[in-house]
C-alpha cells in the first residue's frame, strides 16, 4: 500500500528513538536515486480527541529518506508517496493504548537498522513504567518484547514502580478507613483482594501515625508531615485523628460547631473535597456528622461531584460510599442516580445529598445530569427520588439535602425566583419524611466573584410578600438572619411562661421526656439558672425536674451567672451579646467525660443557651445537646418576624 509521506506523522510520545541519524538519511537518500527499494514502513491510525492521524512505528529513516529526496524531483515524483502497512487494521484510542503502542514501536526498532540505544530503551520504559500505575506490563513481558534482561528493565523502573505501591497502598488505607471491603478495595487498585489484607495488616498505618506525631510535636504542621511522608493531606489528617472523639477531631481541624440554624462558613476547607463546579464547604458536612451520625455510621452520597463528603467522613471517622455519573476520583464510584438509589442506601445511617440547583451550573455538567432538564421535569425527578429515599432508607435514618433557591437564569416570566428549597422540602414530607430541621447556609462573599457581588448588592426588596425570607438569608448574610414565624404552639408556650400555668408545663415536660426516651440515649440533664433570685416559680428548673425524674437522669446543678449580681435579665441577655465565655455564665462543676442536655421552655434569640453551652464545653463535656419545647420570635424594624 502507498501512503503519501505527507500524511504521516511522527508522535515522540510513542516513537521510541531520541535521535536520528543523519548520516544513515543521507545514505538511504543515495540509494533511492540508485533505485534502491526499500522495504514498507510500520504505520498505525489513531485518534486523538476524536481526530484521527497516520502515526510511524518503524522506518523513520526511510521515511526521512523520502522526504529528503522528494523536493530534487517534484510532488509528482515516486518519492510522493512511501510504501507502507498497518500494524492493527482498526483506529486505535491513543490514551487507551498508548503502552502498546510503545512496546511496538521499540520492539521493531531493535530488530534492524540502526539499533536503539541503551538510553533510548530507559527513557521509554520510564514512560511505560509511569504510564501504567496497576502494573499490567511487568518488567518481564517488557524485556521479552525487547530481547533485553528482565533485571536490566527492573532496574530501569524500579523507583517508578515504588512510588506507584506507595500510592496504591495509600489508597487501599483510605479506602479501609471508609469501611470498603477488601474485594471492593481490590477492583478499584487493581490486585488480587488476598493481598489487601497484605497491606492493611503490615504495619503501615501505625508507623505513619507515629510519624505525624514526632513531626507535630517538633512544632510542624499535618501539612508538612504529608509531604515528608508522601501522601495527601486529607489522609495525614485522617491518620492523625484516628482515636480521637468528635470533639477532639473538630478542635484539631479547627472547624468551629454551629449552634444555631445558621451555618455560615468562609470559603471552602482545601482538605475537603477537590475543585469541582458548585463544591460546597467541607465544614457544612462535617457538623451535620457531628449532629446527626456517630463514628462508625454508613454515610451515602449519590451525587459526590469533587468528594467532599468523602473526606469530610474520612476525617470524622464515619464509613462512606459515594457515587457519580462522572467519578473524577478513585474512592467515587460510577451511578447513574436517576436509574435508582445507588447500592448500600437501604443500610445507611445518613444518606447526604447535594444535587445540581437545576440550570444554574448546566454548561458545568454533562449532558447526561439532571441539570440538563427542563424545569418540569426536574421538579418530577426531585419527587421521585423522595419517595424512592423514603421507601429505600431505612426505619431511623437521616437525609440531608442541600439545595439552593435559583435567583437567575431561566426565571421563568413573572417571577422573582425559583424556590427549589420550599420544592424539595415538600416533596420529602409529602413522602413521609418528617422534618428534623431546616438549616440556613448562607453564602459569605468569599464565595462571591466581584462582578456577583456588585449584582446581588444592586437587587432592591420592593414586594416583600413576593420574596421568601429563606432565599434573601443567601444573599445578604451580614443583615438578615434565619426567619421564623409565629405558630400557635409558642404562643401558647408563650401564655403560660407569662403566667405560670404549671400544669400546662407539666404536661409539655412529660411530652418531650417521651422523645428524649424514644431517641435511646442517656444524658446528666442541665439548666441555665434563674435570671433573679427573687422569683419563687422557675419555669426551667421545674421543666428539668420532671424530665430528669421521669428519665432517671442525674439533674446537674452547675451552671452559675458569672458577674452582674442584681441586674435586669434584659441587661443580662444585652452583656452576653457581646461578652466571652468566662464573662457571661460559668459552670461550678468538672464535667469530663459527660453528655450533657440542656433544657429551656422556650427560646427566643438563642444567646442564653448558646453561652451555656459554650460554659458546659469549656468544663470538658463530651457532648452538649438542647432542647427546648417552642420558639418565639421578635419583629424587626423591616418587617419580618425572626428567631435565630
Known amino acids: 500500500m502507498k501512503i503519501s509521506i505527507n500524511d504521516i506523522l511522527i508522535d515522540n510520545d510513542i516513537y521510541p528513538r531520541t535521535r536520528k541519524s543523519q548520516q544513515t538519511i543521507d545514505q538511504y537518500v543515495e540509494a533511492l536515486r540508485a533505485g534502491a527499494q526499500f522495504p514498507s514502513i510500520e504505520c498505525q491510525r489513531i485518534s486523538i480527541d476524536g481526530t484521527e492521524q497516520i502515526i510511524i512505528l518503524d522506518g523513520l529513516h526511510r521515511w526521512e529518506a523520502y522526504k529528503k529526496a522528494q523536493p530534487e524531483l ?80 527492573r532496574d530501569w523502573v524500579q523507583s517508578i514502580r515504588a512510588k506507584q505501591k506507595a500510592k496504591r497502598d495509600r489508597i487501599i488505607f483510605k479506602l ?11 477492583e478499584v487498585v487493581g490486585i488480587d483482594y488476598s493481598n489487601i489484607s497484605r497491606v492493611l495488616q503490615n504495619g503501615e498505618i501505625a508507623k505513619m501515625q507515629q510519624a505525624i506525631s514526632d513531626w507535630l510535636s517538633q512544632g510542624k504542621t499535618v501539612e508538612e508531615a504529608a509531604e515528608k511522608l508522601e501522601i495527601d493531606a486529607t489522609l495525614a489528617w485522617a491518620i492523625h485523628l484516628c482515636g480521637k472523639s468528635d470533639i477532639e477531631r473538630l478542635a484539631d481541624l479547627g472547624v468551629s460547631l454551629k449552634l444555631y440554624d445558621d451555618w455560615s462558613f468562609q470559603g471552602c476547607d482545601a482538605r475537603l473535597g477537590i475543585s469541582y463546579p458548585g463544591r460546597i464547604p467541607g465544614q457544612l458536612v462535617i457538623n451535620t456528622l457531628y449532629y446527626y451520625t456517630v463514628p462508625g455510621d454508613l454515610v451515602i452520597d449519590p451525587m459526590a461531584g469533587g468528594g467532599t463528603v468523602v473526606d469530610a467522613c474520612l476525617l470524622m471517622g464515619r464509613k462512606c460510599y459515594a457515587y457519580d455519573i462522572e467519578p473524577v476520583r478513585k474512592d467515587i464510584k460510577k451511578h447513574n442516580i436517576e436509574a435508582s438509589l445507588p447500592p448500600g442506601s437501604d443500610e445507611c445511617n445518613l444518606m447526604f445529598i447535594d444535587p445540581p440547583y437545576w440550570s444554574m451550573l448546566d454548561e458545568q455538567y454533562s449532558d447526561e445530569s439532571v441539570s440538563s432538564k427542563t424545569l418540569d421535569d426536574f421538579n418530577k425527578w426531585l419527587e421521585k427520588l423522595a419517595s424512592d429515599c423514603y421507601v429505600t432508607l431505612k426505619p431511623g435514618a437521616k437525609l440531608a439535602f442541600l439545595i439552593q433557591n435559583q435567583t437567575e437564569k431561566n426565571i421563568p416570566e413573572g ?100 422523645v428524649l426516651r424514644a431517641t435511646g440515649r442517656t444524658f ?20 428539668a425536674q420532671i424530665v430528669s425524674t421521669e428519665l432517671d437522669l442525674d439533674l446537674l446543678d452547675c451552671l452559675r451567672w458569672a458577674g452582674g449580681k442584681g441586674e435586669s435579665q434584659k441587661k443580662r441577655v444585652g452583656r452576653m451579646k457581646l461578652a466571652r465565655l468566662y464573662e457571661a455564665v460559668e459552670c461550678t462543676s468538672d464535667l469530663s467525660g459527660l453528655d450533657i442536655l440542656l433544657l429551656d421552655d422556650i427560646c427566643t434569640t438563642g444567646i442564653t443557651l448558646s453561652k451555656c453551652q459554650e460554659a458546659l464545653k469549656f468544663a470538658g463535656a463530651e457532648s452538649c445537646f438542647s432542647a427546648v419545647l417552642g420558639w418565639t420570635v421578635s419583629e424587626d424594624k423591616s418587617g419580618f418576624k425572626r428567631a435565630f
Open 415 to 514: 417571577k422573582y425566583y425559583l424556590d427549589h428549597v420550599f420544592t424539595a422540602q415538600k416533596n420529602f414530607v409529602d413522602a413521609g419524611f418528617k422534618m428534623v430541621r431546616r438549616i440556613n447556609c448562607p453564602l459569605s462573599t468569599e464565595t462571591f466573584t466581584p462582578q456577583r457581588e456588585a449584582k446581588m448588592k444592586g437587587i432592591k426588596i420592593t414586594e416583600r410578600s413576593e420574596i421568601e425570607g429563606i432565599a434573601l438569608a443567601r444573599y445578604y448574610p451580614k443583615r438578615l438572619k434565619r426567619l421564623h414565624y409565629w405558630d400557635e404552639f409558642s404562643r401558647d408556650l408563650y401564655q403560660f411562661k407569662k403566667y405560670y400555668d404549671v400544669a400546662l408545663i407539666e404536661k409539655l415536660a412529660k411530652g418531650l421526656a417521651e
Open 74 to 153: 517534484g510532488e509528482n515524483s515516486d518519492f510522493s508517496q512511501i510504501e507502507a502497512h498497518f500494524w492493527k487494521d482498526e483506529v486505535l484510542d491513543k490514551k487507551e493504548n498508548l503502552n502498546l503502542l510503545r512496546l511496538r514501536s521499540a520492539a521493531l526498532n531493535s530488530q534492524h537498522g540502526d539499533r536503539m540505544t541503551n538510553a533510548d530503551y530507559q527513557s521509554l520504559a520510564e514512560k511505560i513504567a509511569r504510564d501504567d500505575p496497576d502494573h499490567k506490563l511487568s518488567s518481564e513481558t517488557i524485556a521479552k518484547e525487547w530481547g533485553l534482561r528482565p533485571r536490566t528493565v
Open 176 to 186: 479501609s478507613m471508609l469501611g470498603w471491603s477488601t474485594r471492593e478495595i481490590a
Open 524 to 543: 446528666d440533664i442541665a439548666t441555665h439558672p434563674p435570671p433573679s433570685r427573687a422569683r419563687l416559680y422557675y419555669p426551667c428548673s421545674h421543666l
